[in-house]
């Protein structure tokens, strides 16, 4: 039997292993799978539909499974939203919020406070740091860390082994709102390894290539290549990264 503390709500038509441990005040609706080994901590909220896999941690008052509450004509509205889906070994740490949609990839860390929406995916052994938001239908890859207080904006692309730094910036709408209804929003794209330093910001759109060196507080108003190293307002290139530096060298 499932250990479950006075005072937790559990719904009759969820589904949890026989191992799993829930703590005070914490509610899990209709319809939520939890797998075996996982432990919900105190005053965590469990939204129906939501998969939790095996040996999942999910720490006090965060909110899984969130359904969103948009403004007619939102960018981020879309089809009909399925659950949010946890695998294996995935750490939710202190109120941090994800939605409906959304998937987490095996071994991920969602920091503190942070917030996942929907159909935004994040892949196995991710960091995304305290406070830190993934917004709608963006993807981010494997093995990537995202520090304090980060903005991946909607529809984003970050591969595997990005590097963004505390407090980047991203934005997806050069109208800043003054557009036709369903124009495309324009994310920027993060292409394998490439790393940018705090309190950068990205204009809509731009790319930053494979294994490219964006430095702290840079504003980024076109694409960098592949392995350039840009810095300053707007920002320039200066250099190239060297082999030495490379992520091979140093995973």
């Known amino acids: 039997m499932p250990d479950v503390a006075r005072g937790a709500e559990v719904a009759e038509?969820?589904?949890?292993?026989?191992?799993?441990?829930?703590?005070?005040?914490?509610?899990?609706?209709?319809?939520?799978?939890?797998?075996?080994?996982?432990r919900i901590g105190a005053g965590a909220v469990?939204?129906?539909?939501?998969?939790?896999?095996?040996?999942?941690?999910?720490?006090?008052?965060?909110?899984?499974?969130?359904?969103?509450?948009?403004?007619?004509?939102?960018?981020?509205?879309?089809?009909?939203?399925?659950?949010?889906?946890?695998e294996a070994d995935v750490t939710v740490c202190c109120g941090a919020i994800?939605?409906?949609?959304?998937?987490?990839?095996?071994?991920?860390i969602i920091g503190d406070q942070s917030q996942l929406r929907e159909r935004a995916k994040i892949g196995a052994r991710s960091v995304l740091g305290r406070a830190s938001s993934i917004d709608f239908d963006a993807h981010v890859g494997a093995h990537v860390l995202i520090q304090t207080g980060v903005y991946v904006t909607g529809g984003s692309i970050v591969e595997d082994h990005v590097f963004l730094g505390p407090g980047v910036l991203t934005t997806n709408d050069n109208a800043m709102g003054r557009h036709p209804r369903g124009a495309p929003l324009l994310g920027p794209v993060f292409r394998r390894a490439c790393r940018v330093g705090g309190g950068a910001v990205l204009v809509p759109g731009v790319?930053?290539?494979?294994?490219?060196?964006?430095?702290?507080?840079?504003?980024?108003?076109r694409d960098v290549g592949n392995r350039?190293?840009?810095?300053?307002?707007?920002?320039?290139?200066?250099?190239?990264?060297?082999?030495?530096?490379?992520?091979?060298?140093?995973?």
């Open 207 to 221: 790319t930053i290539g494979e294994e490219a060196f964006v430095a702290a507080g840079a504003l980024v108003t």
């Open 98 to 108: 994800l939605y409906a949609g959304a998937a987490v990839g095996a071994a991920a």
């Open 46 to 86: 469990i939204r129906a539909g939501t998969e939790i896999g095996e040996r999942c941690l999910i720490e006090e008052h965060a909110v899984l499974g969130k359904r969103p509450r948009l403004r007619p004509g939102s960018s981020a509205a879309g089809g009909e939203l399925g659950g949010l889906v946890l």
């Open 228 to 251: 350039e190293v840009v810095m300053g307002v707007p920002a320039k290139v200066v250099r190239r990264v060297s082999d030495e530096d490379l992520i091979e060298q140093w995973a």
């Open 13 to 38: 038509g969820a589904e949890l292993a026989d191992d799993v441990s829930v703590a005070h005040a914490a509610v899990i609706e209709d319809g939520v799978r939890v797998g075996a080994g996982t």
